[in-house]
């Protein structure tokens, strides 16, 4: 990426960051309070933004413009009607399957998914934790030391049951040392907290299982749910072939850990920290 690049996706992260901020959330809730009919600005905003980002990289076109339009109305018009799972839906298939990328020339894709990534992650925290204010979402930094080893605790008890499963199945090979430079493996930890583990965790934990909490409780159900749905949407990531069913089975394991630490911390961090640690083990290590 460029330095323009660079800058829109790091000023998007800021963005997102910035609803850590109790200020930030009460200042966003309070507007979209008293003007309901703000929301309405939020499509078109965010659609000036990726077009700037999409002509920054010499792949600004009309037809790509359209569609992000129409990929920030839906979620807005489905809740508007409370249809809340077709929202999240609506927010989370398009980029998964990435629809549209044809419109987009190759060497753009990189950039644009990661700009389309960060405006889909504004639009869900703006319309659900500011403008429905979904109860449980837990946006916010810890609050207790308990947030901070629970995502350890959680790590020591759910590596060895990847590893044992993964090994066998032939998703990971065995473990070795790790051949990057101290400062890489470093810089990675917050790069995959910022751009995988906390999106992800924003998605399935504090968006999908807590629409599924809403209708069967906090119990093990809620929990399996979650993580099934996390592991299925693991299906179309390699390297293995496609249906990637080793991937799918691992994710799943994995997510019960994450939605769990979820459920006993009081900060998102918490999941996105074990998320962050298993991703990053999995990528130095095997």
């Known amino acids: 990426m460029g330095t323009a690049q660079i800058a829109f996706v790091a000023v998007l992260l800021a963005c997102i960051l910035a609803f850590f901020a109790p200020a930030v959330q009460r200042s966003v809730k309070a507007t979209l309070h008293r003007r309901r009919w703000a929301i309405l600005f939020l499509p078109p905003t965010l659609t000036v933004i990726f077009s700037l980002a999409a002509w920054s990289a010499h792949a600004f076109s009309v037809r790509l413009t359209l569609a992000v339009l129409l990929y920030t109305v839906l979620p807005v018009v489905f809740v508007a009607l409370r249809q809340y799972a077709i929202a999240i839906a609506a927010l989370w298939l398009p980029v998964e399957f990435a629809f549209g990328a044809a419109l987009v020339p190759l060497q753009a894709r990189g950039f644009l998914h990661a700009v389309i990534y960060g405006v889909a992650i504004l639009l869900g925290l703006i319309l659900f934790l500011c403008y429905t204010g979904l109860p449980g979402m837990k946006f916010n930094l810890p609050r207790s030391a308990r947030d901070l080893w629970l ?136």
Do not use: C
């Not at 066998?168 to 040392?177: A, E, Q, V």
């Not at 997510?255 to 999995?282: E, M, N, P």
């Open 151 to 286: 995502p350890l605790a959680a790590f020591a008890i759910t590596a060895p049951v990847l590893i044992g499963v993964g090994m066998p199945i032939g998703f990971i090979p065995p473990p070795h040392l790790p051949v990057q430079p101290a400062g890489r493996m470093a810089s990675a930890f917050g790069i995959i907290f910022a751009g995988t583990a906390l999106p992800e965790e924003i998605l399935f934990r504090a968006l999908i299982q807590n629409l599924i909490v809403q209708r069967w409780g906090k119990g093990w159900r809620t929990l399996l749910a979650a993580s099934v749905i996390f592991g299925a949407a693991h299906l179309d990531n390699g390297p293995q072939p496609l249906p990637n069913w080793r991937y799918a089975i691992l994710a799943t394991i994995a997510g019960v850990a994450y939605g769990r630490v979820f459920q006993l911390s009081s900060s998102i961090v918490s999941s996105a920290l074990l998320h962050t640690l298993v991703d990053w083990t999995k990528h130095f290590f095997f």
